[in-house]
């Protein structure tokens, strides 16, 4: 049973945006805080953005101001607006609740290229 899955990754310069996507099943969006997490090659995953209580957010240092999480209710979707985007950003992205307990989607690859 598919729970979790993100998409709108890609090929993108330096500087650039996406929008990502992830489609969580009802019973799992409905009693949990969502989050991002990335994997770049070599490093551990991270949560990169993430909803805590209510709808305060959360984002790592590195993406601060860059980066914005996003959900509608109402289609069971979470987002990640990716703004200037750098070299650094290049990593798998994955959706899950916050903090992570349930299985791994097969994430949305992001490469930004220099």
């Known amino acids: 049973q598919v729970q979790l899955v993100e998409s709108g990754g890609g090929l993108v310069q330096a500087g650039g945006s996406l929008l990502l996507s992830c489609a969580a099943s009802?019973?799992?969006?409905?009693?949990?805080?969502m989050g991002w997490y990335r994997q770049a090659p070599g490093k551990q995953r991270e949560l990169v953005a993430g909803?805590?209580?209510?709808?305060?957010?959360n984002y790592a240092d590195s993406v601060k101001g860059r980066f914005t999480i996003s959900r509608d209710n109402a289609k069971n979707m979470v987002y990640l607006q990716m703004n200037s985007l750098k070299p650094e950003d290049t990593a798998v992205y994955y959706c899950?609740?916050?903090?992570?307990?349930?299985?791994w989607g097969q994430g949305t690859q992001v490469t930004v290229s220099s």
């Open positions: 899950n609740t916050n903090p992570y307990r349930i299985g």
């Open positions: 009802r019973s799992i969006f409905s009693v949990n805080n």
């Open positions: 909803f805590t209580r209510g709808y305060s957010t």
